[in-house]
């Protein structure tokens, strides 16, 4: 029989996380009144005032596997392109839902790997990066969380065998309100990187991570784990790194479920529970 002692105990320390996870999303908060005139255009989201148009539909017999097809932004053109051996630090749209943070630093490395650790509300997610393969990538996610640029957001959309986070105006359990939810990033992109080339068997299978984009060059801050093999209708999306810890989390994330909101177009709908980042961090490249 639990101890009156152990009781109180428990409830200590769930006030000290509540405490805890407040005052991450105050601080999340803060950071969007730093916004400035770029929008970064990242992916499979609602359209938002006649802006985004990507949409995620669910065909054939097995709708665990979504297909998603992607239109640039309207009177758009291509992101300049890199030199070979760098990163370019792209200018996005002009808009409101993105957070200035600055860019990466030059001399990203490109020999190794790193590991990311997604520490959430319902455990911990490692994933590999390889630095040869997507060092731009990498590179940009050591460089948001140095900012704590994801510490206190919600992750805002599920859909069949994928989770979607990273949007920095996420910070609250009202996000579901905000009509610009998925469009949100840094203010800048970057091309793509690191695109699967033959499916084996698919292009993405589950314990894949993989950055979430409205057309080629557009990458931001967004990304999905997936936990279920998919194609995604072709190879669009830039492969971030693998799962090495943590798929027990992800199946926690499958058995929530969710709401339905963006069906049948997008698709998906926002977590029946919330899915919070409390912290990512990126370790030295090894």
Same mark, same amino acid.
């Given at each position: 029989?639990t101890?009156s002692?152990?009781?109180?105990?428990?409830?200590?320390?769930?006030?000290?996380l509540a405490?805890e996870?407040?005052?991450r999303q105050?601080t999340?908060?803060?950071?969007? /009144?730093?916004?400035?005139?770029?929008?970064?255009?990242?992916g499979?989201?609602?359209?938002?005032? &006649?802006?985004?148009?990507?949409v995620?539909a669910?065909?054939?017999?097995d709708d665990r596997n979504?297909t998603?097809a992607?239109?640039?932004?309207?009177?758009?053109?291509?992101?300049p392109?890199a030199?070979p051996?760098?990163?370019?630090?792209?200018e996005?749209a002009a808009? #409101?839902?993105?957070? #200035?943070?600055g860019t990466p630093?030059e001399?990203?490395?490109?020999e190794?790997?790193q590991v990311m650790?997604?520490?959430?509300?319902l455990g911990?997610?490692?994933?590999e990066?390889?630095?040869a393969?997507?060092?731009c990538?990498a590179?940009s996610?050591?460089h948001?969380a140095?900012?704590e640029?994801y510490d &206190?957001?919600y992750c805002?959309?599920m859909?069949p065998?994928?989770l979607q986070? &990273?949007?920095?105006?996420?910070?609250?359990?009202?996000? /579901?309100?905000q009509?610009a939810?998925?469009?949100?990033g840094?203010?800048y /992109?970057y091309?793509?990187?690191?695109l699967p080339t033959?499916? @084996?068997?698919?292009?993405?299978?589950?314990?894949?991570?993989a950055?979430a984009?409205?057309g080629?060059?557009?990458?931001?801050?967004?990304?999905f784990?997936?936990?279920?093999?998919?194609?995604?209708?072709?190879p669009?999306?830039?492969?971030?790194?693998?799962?090495?810890?943590g798929?027990?989390?992800?199946?926690?994330?499958?058995?929530?479920g969710h709401d339905?909101?963006? #069906?049948?177009?997008?698709? &998906?709908?926002?977590?029946?529970? @919330?899915?919070?980042?409390?912290?990512?961090?990126?370790? #030295?490249?090894?």
């Amino acid at each position: 029989m639990t101890s009156s002692r152990e009781r109180q105990q428990r409830a200590a320390a769930r006030a000290r996380l509540a405490r805890e996870m407040a005052e991450r999303q105050a601080t999340a908060k803060k950071r969007r /009144q730093r916004l400035i005139g770029a929008g970064a255009a990242v992916g499979l989201v609602l359209v938002v005032a &006649g802006t985004f148009l990507v949409v995620s539909a669910v065909t054939g017999d097995d709708d665990r596997n979504p297909t998603a097809a992607t239109t640039p932004t309207p009177g758009g053109s291509a992101p300049p392109a890199a030199a070979p051996g760098e990163c370019a630090w792209n200018e996005a749209a002009a808009g #409101d839902a993105v957070v #200035d943070v600055g860019t990466p630093p030059e001399g990203e490395p490109r020999e190794g790997t790193q590991v990311m650790t997604v520490t959430t509300n319902l455990g911990e997610v490692a994933v590999e990066l390889d630095l040869a393969a997507s060092p731009c990538i990498a590179a940009s996610f050591s460089h948001l969380a140095s900012q704590e640029f994801y510490d &206190g957001t919600y992750c805002h959309r599920m859909f069949p065998g994928m989770l979607q986070c &990273g949007d920095p105006n996420a910070v609250d359990e009202n996000y /579901q309100e905000q009509e610009a939810i998925g469009s949100g990033g840094p203010a800048y /992109q970057y091309a793509d990187e690191n695109l699967p080339t033959t499916p @084996d068997p698919v292009y993405y299978p589950a314990g894949t991570m993989a950055m979430a984009n409205s057309g080629p060059g557009t990458n931001g801050s967004q990304f999905f784990f997936i936990y279920e093999d998919t194609d995604l209708n072709g190879p669009n999306y830039s492969v971030v790194g693998q799962v090495v810890e943590g798929m027990d989390v992800l199946e926690q994330v499958n058995e929530i479920g969710h709401d339905g909101a963006f #069906d049948p177009s997008p698709g &998906g709908g926002h977590p029946n529970e @919330d899915i919070i980042i409390e912290s990512l961090r990126v370790g #030295d490249p090894s």
